[in-house]
């Protein structure tokens, strides 16, 4: 067996490695237009969420932001896609108590011009991101967050969303 394939498939997989690395990460909110953009807001009770979405593109990447009035807060980015009248997707928070990244599976059914944030069962591998499980419906009459479009361009430029 000849060496020189398997020499030359790793060069070029070395060089894919290191041009990957040194390729700066775009955060979601420098990719966001604001032309596209929509931002969304939903209290319940004394809690708030905002959701500032992107719907330019086949994928919909947003922020997502909750406040709760225990004083705990979650910023975090927002990648999905719709399925007919469902937006799914994954919720990356990263914490504040020890900085760690988090990936949720999060869906919201779109009517009347409103988000409602589902609850659904899900599952989390051994390996990877959790995700939903299939073989049960996500409820959204449930939903605590049901967003409301928020038109004023004020918010969507606004500072609401902090620096993760």
């Known amino acids: 067996m000849s060496l020189k394939p398997f020499l030359s498939f790793s060069l070029l997989l070395l060089i894919f490695l290191l041009f990957s690395c ?8 420098d990719l966001m237009r604001l032309e596209t ?3 969304y807001k ?4 004394k809690d708030t969420g905002w959701f500032r979405i992107d ?3 086949r994928q919909i990447i947003g922020l997502l932001t909750f406040h709760y009035h225990n004083g705990k807060s979650y910023d975090g980015q927002f990648k999905g896609e719709m399925f007919g009248d469902t937006l799914k997707g ?3 928070i990263k914490t504040r108590e020890n900085g760690n990244w988090y990936r949720n599976p999060v869906a919201f059914l779109k009517r009347k011009g409103q988000l409602t944030m589902g609850i659904g069962a899900f599952i989390v591998p051994n390996w990877g991101s959790p995700y939903f499980d299939n ?3 996500i409820n959204f009459d449930k939903g605590r967050f049901v967003f409301n479009v928020q038109n004023s361009l004020e918010n969507l430029s606004a500072g609401r969303f902090h620096k993760y």
């Open 37 to 39: 953009t929509v931002m």
């Open 135 to 137: 073989g049960v419906p």
């Open 55 to 57: 719907t330019s593109g």
């Open 90 to 92: 994954y919720y990356d």
């Open 22 to 29: 040194s390729q700066e990460r775009r955060e979601i909110k």
């Open 42 to 45: 939903a209290v319940n009770e």
